[in-house]
């Protein structure tokens, strides 16, 4: 089995930092593209950022130049530096990662239990 353990989160003012992280564990063979999405009340799970094995990131429009993605391939995390928050990234952000649990498997998308990110003053 393959875990995925948030944490991080949290209260902050506007314009103000957060990061959260995002480890994985278990019967791993290779982690593929790890990445953050988010959910907000009412509203559907959107994409936040995805960082490949090899580095290569991708970001949503509404979070581009003030997040930041990155990841530990040692140590199986996932991050996610956050500055200059707005009241709406208000959201439950949930870590996602495929995961290969060995040679022969194909990888299988795998999330986090959720951790709350709310910025208000």
């Known amino acids: 089995q393959v875990q995925l353990v948030e944490s991080g989160g949290g209260l902050v003012q506007p314009g103000g930092s957060l990061s959260v992280s995002c480890a994985a564990s278990?019967?791993?063979?290779?982690?593929?593209?790890m990445g953050w999405y988010r959910q907000a009340p009412g509203k559907q799970r959107e994409l936040v950022s995805t960082i490949t094995s090899g580095g290569n990131t991708n970001y949503a429009d509404s979070v581009k130049g003030r997040f930041t993605i990155s990841r530990d391939n040692a140590k199986n995390t996932v991050y996610l530096q956050m500055n200059s928050l707005k009241p709406e990234d208000t959201a439950v952000y949930y870590c996602?990662?495929?995961?290969?649990?060995?040679?022969?498997?194909?990888?299988?998308?795998?999330w986090g239990q959720g951790t709350q990110v709310t910025v208000s003053s």
């Open positions: 278990g019967r791993i063979f290779r982690i593929n593209v």
């Open positions: 996602n990662a495929n995961i290969k649990p060995d040679f022969y498997t194909r990888g299988n998308d795998y």
